[in-house]
């Protein structure tokens, strides 16, 4: 059964198709303004879009949404970004960036003139945000907010969030207002011109109905198509017209390196005159080759889809330098992904770095050497941060606890009082800088230091102290300086008036006996004068004449010595021959007299022979013996020497005169004697007992100096001991050096005092156990005992259980008690052992360190046999020498 064709009416055919028309129209108007509705707001996102990749984030980074933001130079690029903008999107009003803080709404920056009515300020709250501004910041997500009404007036805003490239947090929104009213009029505008294309549309159907229906359609494809392409036209002006506004480089490359598009802060980077210069062009050949294959590796990730911040180095076409930071993303462009890149050039920061990096290190190398530590204190809170080196002056680590009272505790206690009365009254109070130099103790050694503060206080606005900023700078070495400076000062002044003192004193010297000669030299002329009296002349001429030359020799001897050109010559000598000479040539002066002159030698004849200067041995003995005649009106004066164990010396201060024996002069005399403020002195240039006795007794003060001199030159040292009214004992020792026959003669001696004290009780401190038992043998020929122990507590106690112990050999460097502290503690309950210090360190001091302590003597590691058994002979071949009233 066959259907049949129903043919309508051309009328109602054409009413159909008018109504069909009509219905497409309406629903053709519908569709256009959701169509041009959504066009216009992706069109407004994906300019916001567009801007917000190349906005400068790290520009962005600097700042806080505060007042203070505006005095940055990141604001002002901010702010002149989003100037531009708005002067290139002329239907968008502002262009502004807000970021959200305790869940309020801030702005960083707008688009207005700072004198703009309608400038929102860094800082400012903008307490009339929509739900969208906090959707957008909340979600992460670009939105186009509905119209809403604010102060400014109805809007409508692309709102498109800026995320840390890191993190991946929202940090900020971007925000574009346009008018709602020219939204929606451009919206109706659309529609309008929507229906009037219906209308024209019906009208051209009615007049042309009987044309081609598919004219029409192709008219209208056609249409669409140039809106489509207008469209794209005017976006790409506008992306064009932000890129080459934007002060810093953008640029565009393709998936092969090409460059496609760059602006003219980046054509004026890269050396090029213009973009068809470089179009085309690969941009790895401008990266330098230290960084070309990093910048290469970091392309490739931007073209597979990686969002990516590269530093590096590029060498522009001229030749230039440039340290540039580059952030790229992927971009679809004409269809393919390319490379879109931010590149701002650092290489001003990059100088200022490696400047403060230099810097840092000079001001580190500095404080080092000048010993410049730095430190902040929390005047709040009461704690404080130092510098390494500050940690170093005040002897601390990082795990000290940095704490006010730990600060005061550092400032020695005679200090602290001073230091903290200056601290409040003219720090706080009257707010003037700290500069002071006091004494503190460190705490890792408990030693003194001088330093150096300076330090200033900073208030707040309720005018409260909040934290002290300064330096601190170890000065000890220039307080010693300027305390040998004072002294050597003062000597000097002490030395130009001894010399004045001297020179007055020498004109008197030279002028008594000139006058002795020359006066009765004249007297001799005289022809009446008897033979007697003639002779009488003669003597007092030779005698001042005399006195004369040995003023003379003092003064060429004494010139010598300061000049260095007083030379020592060895030769054998006998001593006791030196002794009985000097006390043969002063003997006739006793004559007669109320005093007497003895000598002593106690050298046998085998051991008379020793290699030293003769002459200057004279010399001193010479000057010994005047000097006792001079100060000794009636009385008894001794010259002699003993042969005894020599000192040990420190191993550095060890010279070739350094034997285990040396001989011991003495001149002692029951004379004036000396007052004890005039004993370190009596051996200077210049002096006598007191410069007011030069003019009571004749002499220019130069023997004693000379003598010692002379003694110092041997390798020996001179001393006195004197009490003011009861007379004086000179001292004074030189090497013993008489040939190795006579040096065995004198071991064997000890050997054999050593067979004959063998009934000693020994106990040997000594924590080495080699040690102790090379002593424990060397020592078995004294001892009817040895005792051992292995460290202070030990020797302590065997010291406290055996009160009769004879001999302690005590080792310094032990564990638990050092030997220092171990003698202290027996001599509190034992006064009578001979106690014997040994260490290995043997330094200048160390001596005296162990009989301050309370050690009767001091031997050097190694120990030697000759050394140890001189020691024992000191000791123990007559009775125990202690002081009874040591404590």
């Given at each position: 059964?066959?259907?049949?064709?129903?043919?309508?009416?051309?009328v109602?055919?054409?009413?159909?198709?008018?109504?069909l028309?009509?219905i497409?129209?309406?629903?053709?108007?519908h569709?256009t303004?959701i169509k041009?509705?959504?066009s216009?707001?992706?069109?407004?996102?994906?300019?916001?879009?567009?801007?917000?990749?190349?906005?400068?984030?790290e520009?962005?980074?600097?700042?806080?949404?505060?007042?203070?933001?505006?005095?940055k130079?990141?604001?002002?690029?901010?702010k002149?970004?989003?100037?531009?903008?708005?002067?290139?999107?002329?239907?968008a009003?502002?262009?502004?960036?807000?970021?959200?803080?305790?869940?309020?709404?801030?702005?960083?920056?707008?688009?207005e003139p700072?004198?703009?009515?309608?400038?929102?300020?860094?800082?400012?709250?903008?307490?009339?945000?929509?739900?969208?501004?906090?959707?957008?910041?909340?979600t992460?997500?670009?939105?186009?907010?509905?119209?809403?009404?604010?102060r400014?007036?109805?809007?409508?805003?692309?709102?498109i969030?800026?995320?840390d490239?890191?993190?991946?947090?929202?940090?900020?929104?971007?925000?574009?207002?346009?008018?709602?009213k020219?939204?929606?009029?451009?919206?109706?505008?659309?529609?309008?011109?929507?229906?009037?294309?219906?209308?024209?549309?019906?009208?051209?159907?009615?007049f042309?109905?009987?044309?081609?229906?598919?004219?029409?359609?192709?008219?209208?494809?056609?249409?669409?198509?140039k809106?489509?392409?207008?469209?794209l036209i005017?976006?790409?002006?506008?992306?064009?017209?932000?890129?080459?506004?934007?002060?810093?480089?953008?640029?565009?490359?393709?998936?092969e390196?090409?460059?496609?598009?760059?602006?003219?802060?980046?054509l004026?980077?890269?050396g090029a005159?213009?973009?068809e210069?470089?179009?085309?062009?690969?941009?790895?050949?401008?990266?330098?080759?230290?960084?070309?294959?990093?910048?290469?590796?970091?392309?490739?990730?931007?073209?597979?889809?990686?969002?990516?911040?590269l530093?590096?180095?590029?060498?522009?076409?001229?030749?230039?330098?440039?340290?540039?930071?580059?952030?790229?993303v992927?971009?679809?462009?004409?269809g393919?992904i390319?490379?879109?890149?931010?590149?701002?050039n650092?290489?001003?920061?990059?100088r200022?770095?490696?400047?403060?990096?230099?810097?840092?290190?000079?001001l580190?190398?500095?404080?080092?050497i000048?010993?410049?530590?730095?430190?902040?204190?929390?005047?709040?809170n009461?704690?404080?941060t130092?510098?390494?080196i500050?940690?170093?002056?005040?002897?601390?680590?990082?795990?000290?606890?940095?704490?006010?009272?730990?600060?005061?505790?550092?400032?020695?206690?005679?200090w602290?009082?001073?230091i903290?009365?200056?601290?409040?009254?003219?720090v706080?109070?009257?707010?003037?800088?700290?500069?002071?130099e006091?004494?503190?103790?460190?705490k890792?050694?408990?030693?003194?230091?001088?330093?150096?503060?300076?330090?200033?206080?900073?208030?707040?606005?309720?005018n409260?102290p909040?934290?002290?900023i300064g330096?601190?700078?170890?000065?000890?070495?220039?307080?010693?300086?300027?305390?040998?400076?004072?002294?050597?000062?003062?000597?000097?002044?002490?030395?130009?008036?001894?010399?004045?003192?001297?020179?007055?004193n020498m004109?008197?010297e030279?002028?008594?006996?000139?006058?002795?000669?020359l006066?009765?030299?004249?007297?001799?002329?005289?022809?009446?004068l008897?033979?007697?009296?003639?002779?009488?002349?003669?003597?007092?001429i030779?005698k001042?004449?005399?006195?004369?030359?040995?003023?003379?020799?003092?003064i060429?001897?004494i010139?010598?010595?300061?000049?260095?050109?007083?030379?020592?010559?060895?030769?054998?000598t006998?001593?006791?021959?030196?002794?009985?000479?000097?006390?043969?040539?002063?003997?006739?002066?006793?004559?007669?007299?109320?005093?007497?002159?003895?000598?002593?030698?106690?050298?046998?004849?085998d051991?008379?022979?020793?290699?030293?200067?003769?002459?200057?041995?004279?010399?001193?003995?010479t000057?010994?013996v005047?000097?006792?005649?001079?100060?000794?009106?009636?009385?008894?004066?001794?010259?002699?020497c003993?042969?005894?164990?020599?000192?040990p010396?420190?191993?550095h201060?060890?010279?070739?005169?350094?034997?285990?024996?040396e001989?011991?002069?003495?001149?002692?005399?029951?004379?004036?004697?000396?007052?004890q403020?005039?004993?370190e002195?009596?051996f200077?240039?210049?002096?006598?007992?007191?410069?007011?006795?030069?003019?009571n007794?004749e002499?220019?003060g130069?023997?004693?100096?000379?003598?010692?001199?002379f003694v110092?030159?041997?390798?020996?040292?001179?001393?006195?001991?004197s009490?003011?009214?009861?007379?004086s004992i000179?001292?004074?020792?030189i090497p013993?050096?008489?040939?190795q026959?006579?040096?065995?003669?004198?071991?064997?001696d000890?050997?054999?005092?050593?067979?004959?004290?063998q009934?000693?009780?020994?106990?040997?401190?000594?924590?080495?156990?080699?040690?102790?038992?090379?002593?424990?043998?060397?020592l078995?020929?004294?001892?009817?005992?040895?005792?051992?122990?292995?460290?202070?507590?030990?020797?302590?106690?065997?010291?406290?259980?055996?009160?009769?112990?004879?001999?302690?050999?005590?080792?310094?460097?032990?564990?638990?008690?050092?030997?220092?502290a171990?003698?202290r503690?027996?001599?509190q309950?034992?006064?009578?052992?001979?106690?014997?210090a040994?260490?290995?360190y043997?330094?200048?001091?160390?001596?005296?360190?162990?009989?301050?302590?309370?050690c009767?003597?001091?031997?050097?590691?190694?120990?030697k046999?000759?050394?140890?058994m001189?020691l024992?002979?000191?000791?123990?071949k007559?009775?125990?020498?202690?002081?009874?009233n040591?404590?």
């Amino acid at each position: 059964m066959f259907m049949r064709k129903i043919k309508l009416p051309k009328v109602a055919l054409q009413k159909i198709v008018l109504f069909l028309i009509l219905i497409s129209g309406v629903i053709y108007i519908h569709y256009t303004w959701i169509k041009f509705k959504n066009s216009q707001a992706n069109e407004a996102l994906q300019i916001a879009k567009s801007i917000e990749a190349a906005f400068p984030k790290e520009e962005l980074k600097m700042l806080e949404a505060k007042p203070t933001d505006i005095d940055k130079p990141q604001y002002q690029v901010i702010k002149k970004a989003l100037k531009a903008i708005i002067h290139v999107n002329p239907k968008a009003r502002f262009a502004y960036i807000f970021t959200k803080r305790n869940g309020k709404i801030y702005f960083f920056a707008d688009s207005e003139p700072a004198e703009s009515k309608d400038c929102s300020p860094p800082g400012q709250e903008y307490t009339e945000a929509d739900e969208a501004s906090y959707r957008a910041f909340n979600t992460g997500k670009e939105i186009i907010s509905p119209p809403y009404t604010d102060r400014w007036g109805t809007w409508v805003s692309a709102l498109i969030p800026i995320k840390d490239e890191i993190t991946g947090k929202t940090i900020a929104v971007y925000g574009m207002d346009f008018d709602a009213k020219s939204w929606v009029n451009s919206l109706l505008v659309e529609v309008i011109k929507s229906s009037v294309l219906i209308v024209l549309l019906l009208l051209a159907i009615l007049f042309l109905f009987r044309i081609k229906d598919k004219n029409k359609i192709l008219k209208h494809d056609i249409y669409i198509q140039k809106q489509a392409e207008q469209a794209l036209i005017e976006s790409e002006y506008r992306l064009r017209t932000i890129i080459e506004a934007e002060p810093e480089c953008i640029k565009i490359v393709d998936a092969e390196g090409r460059l496609i598009l760059m602006n003219p802060a980046g054509l004026s980077i890269i050396g090029a005159d213009s973009m068809e210069q470089v179009t085309g062009q690969e941009v790895f050949k401008l990266i330098s080759p230290e960084h070309r294959k990093a910048f290469i590796r970091m392309h490739k990730r931007v073209i597979a889809g990686e969002s990516v911040q590269l530093e590096f180095e590029l060498v522009g076409l001229k030749g230039g330098r440039y340290w540039l930071e580059t952030n790229a993303v992927p971009m679809e462009y004409h269809g393919n992904i390319v490379h879109l890149a931010h590149t701002r050039n650092i290489t001003e920061r990059k100088r200022a770095e490696e400047l403060l990096k230099n810097s840092e290190l000079f001001l580190k190398e500095t404080q080092t050497i000048a010993r410049l530590g730095t430190y902040v204190l929390n005047l709040e809170n009461g704690t404080w941060t130092s510098s390494n080196i500050l940690d170093v002056i005040l002897g601390i680590n990082t795990d000290y606890d940095k704490s006010t009272l730990n600060w005061t505790s550092i400032v020695h206690p005679e200090w602290r009082p001073k230091i903290l009365n200056y601290f409040r009254n003219e720090v706080l109070v009257r707010k003037c800088k700290f500069d002071k130099e006091y004494k503190i103790i460190r705490k890792d050694d408990n030693e003194e230091r001088w330093v150096h503060g300076l330090g200033e206080v900073f208030f707040n606005e309720e005018n409260q102290p909040i934290k002290m900023i300064g330096t601190i700078q170890d000065i000890t070495e220039r307080k010693h300086i300027e305390e040998e400076l004072i002294i050597a000062k003062e000597k000097a002044e002490e030395s130009d008036r001894l010399k004045s003192a001297f020179l007055t004193n020498m004109s008197h010297e030279i002028r008594t006996p000139m006058n002795g000669i020359l006066g009765f030299a004249e007297l001799l002329k005289e022809p009446n004068l008897t033979g007697e009296e003639q002779q009488e002349c003669i003597n007092i001429i030779e005698k001042s004449g005399t006195r004369m030359l040995n003023i003379i020799n003092d003064i060429i001897d004494i010139s010598k010595i300061e000049s260095g050109l007083m030379k020592v010559s060895l030769s054998e000598t006998n001593i006791n021959e030196q002794i009985e000479y000097i006390y043969t040539f002063f003997k006739p002066e006793f004559d007669g007299a109320d005093k007497q002159l003895s000598f002593k030698n106690t050298l046998p004849s085998d051991r008379v022979m020793i290699k030293t200067d003769r002459e200057k041995i004279y010399a001193i003995l010479t000057n010994l013996v005047k000097n006792a005649i001079k100060f000794t009106p009636k009385g008894i004066i001794e010259v002699g020497c003993n042969l005894k164990p020599a000192e040990p010396k420190p191993e550095h201060i060890a010279s070739v005169h350094d034997q285990s024996f040396e001989l011991e002069f003495f001149v002692k005399d029951t004379g004036n004697g000396i007052r004890q403020e005039q004993l370190e002195i009596i051996f200077e240039r210049f002096r006598q007992g007191s410069e007011t006795l030069t003019k009571n007794y004749e002499g220019a003060g130069l023997g004693l100096s000379i003598s010692k001199a002379f003694v110092e030159m041997l390798g020996g040292k001179i001393w006195v001991e004197s009490e003011l009214g009861k007379g004086s004992i000179f001292y004074f020792t030189i090497p013993y050096n008489g040939g190795q026959e006579v040096m065995d003669g004198i071991k064997n001696d000890y050997l054999v005092d050593a067979k004959q004290n063998q009934n000693l009780k020994i106990l040997i401190a000594e924590d080495d156990k080699v040690s102790a038992k090379f002593l424990e043998k060397t020592l078995a020929l004294f001892g009817k005992e040895i005792l051992k122990a292995r460290n202070g507590v030990e020797a302590v106690e065997a010291c406290r259980n055996n009160p009769d112990i004879d001999l302690v050999l005590m080792d310094i460097q032990m564990p638990e008690m050092d030997g220092y502290a171990t003698t202290r503690q027996i001599r509190q309950f034992n006064k009578s052992a001979i106690i014997i210090a040994q260490t290995a360190y043997a330094l200048l001091g160390d001596r005296e360190k162990a009989i301050d302590a309370g050690c009767n003597d001091y031997i050097s590691k190694p120990v030697k046999k000759e050394q140890l058994m001189a020691l024992l002979q000191k000791y123990f071949k007559k009775a125990k020498n202690i002081d009874p009233n040591y404590n």
